[in-house]
């Protein structure tokens, strides 16, 4: 059974941290890639990074590029978004998401998704 678990959120004052964590199982694909994408309250959702679990090369959205990275740890079949600058707008439910093949922005996509975490950024 294919399964992801998100979890790390929580509130946060502008320009904090936080680490995202998604635990994946029952993956066996060759070609994984696993989303992050947030979604605010009466927004679409969007995609904010992407990791390519083969060799671990990582995608932003230009909204996130320079204060979150995205990484795996395949021993653990975890994947990590550290947040870290953190802003109002970052507000949302986060959740990661699973695809084969190529990275895409686009949550049409994925085929296999989290239950979300929510992430709030206020002072």
């Known amino acids: 059974q294919l399964q992801l678990v998100e979890s790390g959120g929580g509130l946060v004052q502008p320009g904090g941290s936080l680490r995202l964590s998604c635990i994946t199982s029952?993956?066996?694909?060759?070609?994984?890639?696993i989303g992050w994408f947030r979604q605010a309250p009466g927004k679409e959702r969007e995609g904010v990074s992407f990791i390519e679990i083969r060799d671990g090369s990582g995608h932003y959205d230009d909204s996130v590029k320079g204060r979150f990275s995205i990484s795996r740890d395949n021993s653990k079949n975890t994947v990590y978004l550290q947040m870290n600058s953190l802003k109002p707008e970052d507000t949302g439910v986060y959740y990661c998401?699973?695809?084969?093949?190529?990275?895409?922005?686009?949550?049409?996509?994925?085929?296999?998704w989290g239950q979300g975490t929510q992430v709030t950024v206020s002072s």
């Open positions: 998401a699973a695809k084969d093949g190529e990275v895409d922005m686009s949550d049409y996509y994925y085929t296999t």
């Open positions: 029952g993956f066996t694909s060759d070609d994984l890639i």
